[in-house]
């Protein structure tokens, strides 16, 4: 397996996995954990297929795009053929599987071929249908340790120090996202704005939480972050010092991000967490 940054309780059980690879590996985490670079290892030579989400430009689009049945049935002849060595293929973000693609999905796992092996990604994977869950081996990977973050920005020359407290802030513990918010200063300031109007969220007076919840309320990927921002930040917290009342308010987000992913009205959403 290729080099990648994992943190430490899931290194040794990975390498076993990958030695006596399942024919169906679901990798989950995080976002900005690094899932599409972990299954890129894994396949490493034996790579023969990668699939994302597309829109109706048939662009790449990881957050609203969609694998189509169409995208999954172009895999049947490929798992049908015989092969001398181990084939990978990766479906990413495979919970953006349309309803007809997971049925398609599961018509190949119930007629497997030895030399072919599927990886799926997915930060979201309750939304495959059960009976994909059951055919597969899950796999949750955790963000890697402080200690790992700082020695991954070593390895990449972050060496101002306001920069390195801020890249810290945003993505302690997840190097897919450090990497994307040092190559990309744009991206940088949007997530650093993000993560301190969701610090802001959190933490202000009921004023100070509507007027951030009228900035994000037209916009649903936008909200998506904030929210996003907002239980990272929670995370963190209860994790340093479990407290009942950031735990009450990381069951609220996750509840409201579900509905406004589910198109409930993002204004009403982001106004639960403010009353």
């Known amino acids: 397996m290729s080099k990648v940054v994992l943190n430490p309780i899931d290194e040794k059980r990975l390498s076993l996995l990958v030695k006596d690879l399942p024919q169906s590996l679901l990798l989950t985490g995080d976002k900005g954990i690094g899932l599409a670079t972990i299954a890129?290892?894994?396949?490493?030579k034996n790579l023969a297929g990668f699939l994302q989400p597309q829109n109706s430009k048939e662009q790449i689009d990881n957050e609203s795009g969609t694998i189509s049945v169409e995208m999954i049935r172009?895999?049947?002849?490929?798992?049908?053929?015989?092969?001398?060595?181990?084939?990978?293929?990766?479906?990413?973000?495979?919970?953006?599987?349309?309803?007809?693609?997971?049925?398609?999905?599961?018509?190949?796992?119930?007629?497997?071929?030895?030399?072919?092996?599927?990886?799926?990604?997915?930060?979201?994977?309750?939304?495959?249908?059960?009976?994909i869950i059951s055919?597969?081996?899950?796999?949750?990977?955790?963000?890697?340790?402080?200690?790992q973050t700082t020695?991954?920005?070593?390895?990449?020359?972050?060496?101002?120090?306001?920069?390195?407290?801020?890249?810290?802030?945003?993505?302690?513990?997840?190097?897919?996202?450090?990497?994307?918010l040092i190559t990309n200063d744009s991206y940088f300031k949007q997530r650093a704005k993000i993560m301190g109007d969701a610090r802001t969220f959190l933490q202000s007076n009921a004023y100070e939480k509507v007027l951030?919840?009228?900035?994000?309320?037209?916009?649903?990927?936008?909200?998506?972050?904030?929210?996003?921002?907002?239980?990272q930040i929670l995370r963190r917290s209860i994790s340093a010092k479990p407290q009942q009342a950031a735990i009450a308010q990381l069951t609220l987000l996750l509840t409201i991000r579900?509905?406004?992913?589910?198109?409930?009205n993002i204004r009403l959403q982001l106004a639960r967490f403010v009353l």
């Open 151 to 180: 020695a991954f920005l070593d390895s990449l020359k972050v060496d101002d120090k306001t920069k390195r407290a801020q890249l810290q802030f945003i993505a302690d513990g997840f190097p897919a996202e450090l990497s994307r």
């Open 40 to 44: 890129h290892s894994i396949a490493d």
């Open 135 to 147: 055919r597969i081996q899950e796999f949750t990977l955790h963000p890697i340790t402080h200690e």
């Open 74 to 131: 172009g895999l049947y002849t490929q798992t049908r053929a015989k092969h001398t060595g181990r084939q990978v293929i990766i479906i990413d973000n495979a919970d953006r599987m349309s309803a007809g693609a997971q049925a398609a999905f599961l018509k190949l796992l119930e007629e497997p071929n030895d030399s072919i092996h599927f990886i799926l990604t997915s930060h979201t994977p309750q939304k495959l249908v059960l009976t």
């Open 212 to 231: 951030i919840a009228q900035e994000y309320q037209g916009e649903r990927p936008q909200a998506l972050q904030l929210v996003d921002s907002c239980m």
């Open 258 to 264: 579900d509905n406004i992913n589910s198109q409930h």
